[in-house]
């Protein structure tokens, strides 16, 4: 099988935006080691497509409203709170492959980067 008829029943593996288990099943049992291998990589891909992850430090940090605001920023995207307390005081926003980043350890480590360079 070709790349893009494992990537036809991947998505042929969808019904109403969620995955079918019955379909999945099915396509599973029918597959060989490699040929599974990138089904299984196509499935990942179309999911996080359809997710969006929001990591804070604390998942107390996120209130209704907020949930809100990010399900109207991203519509037709499931939203996924990750805790990460490595995060000091801000928020990591993963949409696919566009990663946005804002947290203080960031900007010090911009700041401080900024300053040996000019100062050296």
Request: glycine residues 2%; positive net charge.
């Amino acid at each position: 099988m070709t790349k893009k008829d494992i990537k036809k029943l991947a998505e042929w593996s969808y019904t109403k935006e969620n995955l079918d288990q019955k379909k999945a099943r099915k396509i599973t049992k029918l597959l060989g080691k490699s040929d599974l291998k990138l089904y299984i990589k196509a499935l990942k891909n179309i999911e996080s497509k359809k997710v969006v992850r929001i990591v804070v430090p604390d998942k107390k940090m996120i209130d209704i409203n907020m949930l809100k605001q990010f399900q109207t920023a991203f519509p037709k995207k499931r939203i996924e709170i990750e805790e990460d307390s490595g995060l000091i005081l801000g928020i990591k926003i993963v949409d696919n492959d566009l990663i946005y980043q804002l947290n203080l350890k960031n900007t010090l480590d911009n700041l401080s980067q900024y300053l040996v360079e000019q100062y050296d």
